[in-house]
């Protein structure tokens, strides 16, 4: 062996150059680790690089994914879902989807594997597309979902669905009171939608307001993003302005405010008459109930000839 080692070393001594190799047992156990653009990555690992230094064509290297999709989906309750998977060079592999939250085998393919309907997958052999489509969607359903394709050992790329309801709330609701010819300032806050509301509008005893009405003073202030809020403005308050505000975002549930412009009265005056006026129709309810069941009267079946 040494005379073996000897020979090679004289053999690359004379073709001018100093060769370094090595070998490995070929009977050696080893694990496969896929490449990293199996995982959620774009850079290039040594097996994806020629001897020269230049990248290896996309033929090359078998199916991967192409990750330029985002891995986070938000819908809305009751609106159809899709989760995009888009795989590059599939070949004859298959791709499936996967529900981590019970490592659900939802479709195969263009097939649903799952008993529960809702769940779809959609090709697109253009864009190399594999979606999986979920109607009806419900908060139960948010989590984490695989695309993964059959290869050996399989590889998958994970992405989060959050399925929310849009909340929308006034600030201080459902009632306000408000001093006569100070301003009104209603603020209506929408949260947990996939992207800010086109369009919020405001109204006034069911009728929509109109911001340049003869009685000016009334103006709306909409700041958009992740929580969008809306801000209904109403200067010089008068009597006139009481009564329900009701706001209606485009994409989410309307909410309500009772405004009450106050004469020199105080809130919890109101509130005590209010009160007054349900205990009275409270006594009266419940003294017509005494006489309808007291003995001598038409309603008492407990005395008196049959």
């Known amino acids: 062996m040494r005379q073996l080692a000897v020979v090679m070393i004289i053999l690359n001594i004379n073709y001018g150059r100093l060769h370094c190799s090595y070998t490995m047992d070929i009977d050696e156990p080893h694990t496969y680790t896929p490449p990293k653009h199996y995982y959620q990555t774009s850079s290039f690992d040594d097996n994806e690089i020629n001897d020269d230094g230049t990248a290896k064509s996309p033929l090359d290297r078998g199916p991967y994914f192409d990750i330029s999709a985002s891995r986070n989906v938000t819908a809305l309750v009751g609106n159809t879902a899709y989760l995009n998977c888009r795989v590059r060079n599939l070949g004859n592999r298959t791709v499936s989807w996967i529900r981590h939250r019970d490592l659900h085998l939802l479709t195969v393919g263009k097939a649903t594997y799952t008993s529960d309907q809702r769940y779809q997958s959609v090709h697109n052999p253009q864009l190399d597309d594999w979606s999986l489509k979920v109607l009806y969607p419900q908060q139960r ?136 006026r349900s205990n009275c129709l409270l006594l009266t309810l419940l003294f017509l109930l005494l006489m309808a069941i007291s003995p001598g009267h038409p309603g008492w079946y407990g005395t008196g000839n049959r």
């Open 141 to 276: 359903d948010s989590g984490v979902y695989e695309c993964q394709i059959s290869t050996t050992p399989p590889v998958g790329y994970s992405m989060t669905l959050s399925v929310v309801e849009p909340v929308t709330s006034i600030v201080g609701g459902p009632d306000l009171y408000i001093d006569t010819g100070s301003t009104v300032n209603l603020t209506c806050i929408v949260q947990y939608l996939p992207e800010p509301p086109p369009l919020i509008q405001w109204t006034h005893n069911g009728m929509e307001i109109n911001y340049d009405s003869p009685r000016g003073g009334v103006s709306v202030i909409t700041e958009k993003g992740d929580i969008t809020t809306s801000y209904l403005l109403i200067q010089r308050a008068r009597s006139t302005d009481s009564g329900k505000y009701t706001c209606l975002p485009s994409m989410a549930n309307p909410t309500t405010v009772h405004v009450h412009v106050l004469n020199g009265e105080h809130p919890a005056a109101i509130q005590h008459g209010r009160q007054i």
